[in-house]
């Protein structure tokens, strides 16, 4: 039987971000605005998993939704902040996280071999698989994250096949192509935020190109 979720995330993409890899999973997922979105989701259909993210949780609100739905006491619930203070009786996610954490937090499962090669951070690089861009690719990999509107980091992934023109997104996640995003790249130092399009979209990643690549993160991609 197909699992279901409930997300109740105030960041537009961030919620489609967790949408998406609980997608691969094969979770139907409903969005929610609103506490009182839950009442009416759940006279609906029963739900598996609920996800609150930091910026909506309220103890009070949660207090009167659980009254009303005395289920949600049953089934897996998710809160996902910053930090690790978060409601009692929630399992906590601190972002940015990796896709695979969400999954297995939600004890969904995926096919083998869905999720193995995106538990680790950068391990010293991998060869380049060809070059049909304009510029020269690089075979470092790099930590990224994959930011929400306020530049505040969801989920990090690793970026391989990078270039002045953009990289590839290890990550199975499901864009459109053309979709705008924002990124923020690690240095190791400090974070360099950077937008980018959406140019390609496969089963393993997403490929994009940078828009206005801001000099201190061109620089860096210069140094190795």
């Known amino acids: 039987m197909q699992k279901s ?19 691969s999973a094969d979770c ?12 009416v989701l759940m006279r609906e259909r029963r739900y598996d998993t609920i996800i609150i993210g930091s910026g909506l949780f309220s103890d009070e609100k949660w207090a009167v939704s659980l009254k009303h739905n005395p289920g949600l ?36 499962q995926v096919s083998d071999g869905t999720f193995s090669s995106y538990d680790d951070e950068v391990n010293g690089g991998a060869g380049s698989k060809g070059n049909r861009r304009i510029f ?25 096949d990078v270039s002045y023109g953009g990289m590839f997104l290890e990550a199975p996640l499901s864009f459109s192509i053309g979709s705008l995003a924002f990124l923020s790249i690690d ?17 393993k990643g ?13 620089d860096f991609i210069a140094s190795f």
């Open 5 to 23: 979720a409930i997300i109740l995330e105030n960041s537009y993409l961030a919620a489609n971000i967790y949408k998406t890899i609980l997608g």
């Open 28 to 39: 139907r997922v409903d969005l929610a605005f609103h506490f009182e979105d839950i009442d």
């Open 73 to 108: 006491e049953e089934i897996c619930k998710i809160f996902i902040g910053f930090g690790d203070i978060g409601p009692s009786n929630f399992n906590r996610l601190r972002r940015p996280f990796k896709p695979n954490q969400l999954i297995r937090l939600a004890g969904f």
């Open 136 to 160: 020269e690719r690089k075979s470092r990999r790099l930590n990224v994250c994959l930011d929400d509107e306020k530049n505040e980091p969801i989920i990090s992934l690793v970026a391989a």
């Open 187 to 203: 240095t190791g130092a400090k974070k360099i935020p950077v937008s980018v399009q959406v140019v390609r979209s496969t089963p």
């Open 206 to 218: 997403i490929g994009v190109r940078f828009i206005g690549l801001p000099k201190e993160a061109a």
